[in-house]
């Protein structure tokens, strides 16, 4: 029986160091799964975000379940003829009309257009083309529908505004022979064209029939005529491509950190317009996929290529969409700042490189002197106290994003820009070398663009993405600690065992003595 009570009191002793380890091994594999578990988990689900034909969001990614709202205003000119006349002592005055509104997103029919109202926007990528390397191609289509409900003007009203083919033609001119400025002058006067013009909304949106630009490359350049023999500000724009973009689809090289980063546009990888090799690159985010894991640190960016170039954006605060965590990101207040050192290489002329908050785009649009800045020249006050009727407001004219940190969605947006007419006195050239001021940035229209929230169902589907990691981690915890409490059971009840052997070996013991 001695023998016997010692064999067992040993194989007791195994099993209780054997659980012991098992133990401290499920404790580690269970602090494990805590720490790495959920960061695992949310790899996999990222892993879906990779652009490829089948993929989990492919559909949702080539044709967004978004309505985008499309406003436009334009500013109306009431005293530009005391202007002509005043010699500098006259402000020139301007009358916000607007908005009309377009919304996009909507069965293809033909849609109709409107200058200052709302109208149905609908988006969608044509000729996706899924690259071995990774980039991934693609046509994006937009359609415009007006929405008269939602408009506070109608597409007939006529404002006043300055004949941006005839400027265009003007600065053109700045340098040219004399025989080519006597061919412009005589277009001119054959033409009777005004230095301002009267046309209704819907006809500076999408087009009216303009003399200078039939044939006539001197005045705009062929990329910018989309209709033969018409010129509007978004005319040809409807139902069409703007382009060719190819992106990274998470797949390549870079992985998820390069997903929605543009690499080329229109099949061209840089630009022509700016002065290093840098800035001439095609690059930028796509504007709707960022990489996943933003931080308030991040600065993403979006490819404008109205602009040939980036826009930088900068972290501004966090805010809730339905309980979807999203940080809110803006343009870098230097974004349009001559002075700081990423923006000199997009000083070239004729940009005023001493400027703030405005951007010349005239070596990105052929020499056409046009000047984009955010609305009623927020951040530019030196442009904006040389107009009359001007109301810069941070609230209706900033341009902002609401981006999923965890994913690197887009969920939400308000894209606001204004163009402007960059008005030169030129030498020898009447009437434009008679003109009251010898420059002056004249706002024309300006655009809001307004992504809002995305329709529920996809936002229900975006908060189970979010949460299914930290679920299963604790599911997996909630595993390791039961399986803990069962090893510990059978630990607690083998040295209760022990005890007992060590009690009957004893009385054993004492007996036989």
Known sequence: ??????????????????????MLILAGLGILSLLNIESALQNIINRELIVRAGGALFDIWSEPPIQPIFKVFVFNVTN?????????????????????????????????????????????KTNVVVRSDGQVSYDLVKRFELVPELSSVSPDTVVIIPNIPFFSGAA??????????????????????????????????????????VGATMVLPEDEIKVPGHFGLLAGRNLTSEGEYTIWGGGGPGGLGDLGKVTAWKGQTRFHAWSTKECNAVSGGEGSQFPPGITKQSKPSIFVSAMCRPIHLSFVKEKQVQGVQTFMFEPDQ??????????????VPP????????????????????????????????????????????????????????MGMGLSASVRLQLNLDMMQVHNLPPFDSLPVRRLLLPVIWFDNTIQEPPETLLVLLKDALALPATLARGAGSLFSALILIQGSIYLLFTRTDRQTDSIGLSHQNSDF
């Not at 230097?334 to 000083?347: E, K, L, R």
């Not at 990105?364 to 006050?381: E, I, N, Q, T, Y």
Request: negative net charge.
């Open 334 to 347: 230097q974004v349009f700042n001559y002075s700081a050192p990423a923006n000199q290489c997009y000083c």
């Open 351 to 406: 940009a005023n490189c001493t400027d703030s908050g405005v951007f010349y785009v005239a070596p990105c649009k052929f020499g056409a002197p046009l000047v984009v800045s955010w609305p009623h020249f927020l951040d530019a006050p030196y442009h904006a106290q040389r107009i009359s009727g001007l109301k810069p407001n941070e609230d209706s004219h900033r341009f902002h994003i609401l981006i999923q940190p965890v």
């Open 80 to 124: 530009h003829e005391a202007w002509l006349a005043g010699n500098g002592s006259v402000k020139l005055a301007v009358q916000e009309i607007g908005p009309l509104v377009y919304r996009l997103g909507w069965p293809c029919v033909q849609a109709r257009t409107s200058t200052v109202a709302m109208f149905r926007e609908t988006w969608w």
């Open 172 to 213: 053109r001119m700045a340098g040219q022979d004399m025989l080519t400025i006597w061919g412009f002058q005589s277009a001119m006067e054959m033409f009777e064209s005004k230095m301002f013009i009267q046309r209704t909304m819907e006809e500076v949106l999408w087009g009216y029939e303009e003399p200078l630009v």
């Open 1 to 22: 029986p001695g023998t016997r009570s010692h064999v067992s009191m040993a194989v007791i002793f195994i099993y209780k160091v054997v659980l012991a380890v098992e």
